[in-house]
């Protein structure tokens, strides 16, 4: 099936420091990614929807100066968490829209962001 | 506002028991409704799916779940559970105002050897 890369898995950083988690579509197109925040024993949350050469549409509540998301390429989107805090520490998962196909969902393994 | 409800938090089940795990949603046009599995330490992966037709969808790994319109609802089965089921369920939907997954909170499967 298709594949999609989440890169760090892990990532520990100092409070004030920002840091970038890219998903990859591995071996298909996706013009709409999607990133989650998953707050443990909890669903997975919405937090913005990026579209390839386009401004990403962000859920309510979530700040898009913080969460910067960029969507360059058809198998590429990064989300950068700038001046992360404590409080930004959750897991994050991207999943990748089949562009050419049925339109299914595949889901990255997921970044658990930790900030100190 | 859609939503996803999960019933059961934590179910603990012996292997060779019936698996049942509850799901409903709250959207009363067409949906595409989900069963997502995710293993200690991995990602989230596709068990079944139902777009339309056959309202029983049978996944894989002998895991089936059945649409019941009339009660909201898209609960998961497998007859008899290994110890290899062991993780975490989530029920979604697609019905975000951007075409991606609704999911629920989720339900821990542990089963017992």
């Known amino acids: 099936g298709a594949v999609v890369s989440q890169h760090p898995s892990r990532v520990i950083c100092k409070s004030g420091t920002s840091v970038k988690i890219e998903c990859r579509s591995l071996d298909f197109q996706a013009t709409t990614m999607f990133w989650y925040r998953q707050f443990p024993k909890q669903s997975l949350m919405l937090m913005a929807t990026s579209n390839e050469g386009s401004k990403a549409t962000y859920e309510q509540g979530v700040e898009k100066d913080k969460f910067l998301i960029n969507h360059a390429s058809l198998t590429l989107s990064t989300l950068t968490v700038t001046s992360a805090h404590p409080e930004d520490s959750s897991f994050y998962i991207c999943?990748?829209?089949?562009?050419?196909?049925?339109?299914?969902?595949?889901f990255g393994e997921g970044s658990r962001l930790t900030v100190l | 506002a859609q939503s996803v409800s999960q019933h059961n938090h934590h179910v603990i089940l012996s292997e060779a028991a019936s698996l049942e795990l509850g799901c409903n949603y709250s959207?009363?046009?067409?949906?595409?409704l989900f069963w997502y599995v995710q293993y200690p330490g991995q990602h989230l992966q596709l068990l079944l799916k139902?777009?339309?037709?056959?309202?029983l969808v049978k996944g894989i790994k002998g895991f089936e779940a059945e649409f019941i319109k009339s009660k909201f609802s898209f609960n998961l089965r497998k007859p008899s559970v290994q110890w290899s089921d062991t993780a975490e369920y989530f029920c979604?939907?697609?019905?975000?105002?951007?075409?991606?997954?609704?999911f629920g909170k989720g339900t821990k499967l542990s089963v017992k050897p």
């Open positions: 979604a939907v697609n019905g975000g105002s951007q075409g991606n997954l609704i």
């Open positions: 999943s990748a829209r089949d562009s050419s196909n049925t339109g299914e969902l595949f």
């Open positions: 139902y777009f339309s037709g056959d309202p």
């Open positions: 959207y009363g046009g067409t949906v595409n």
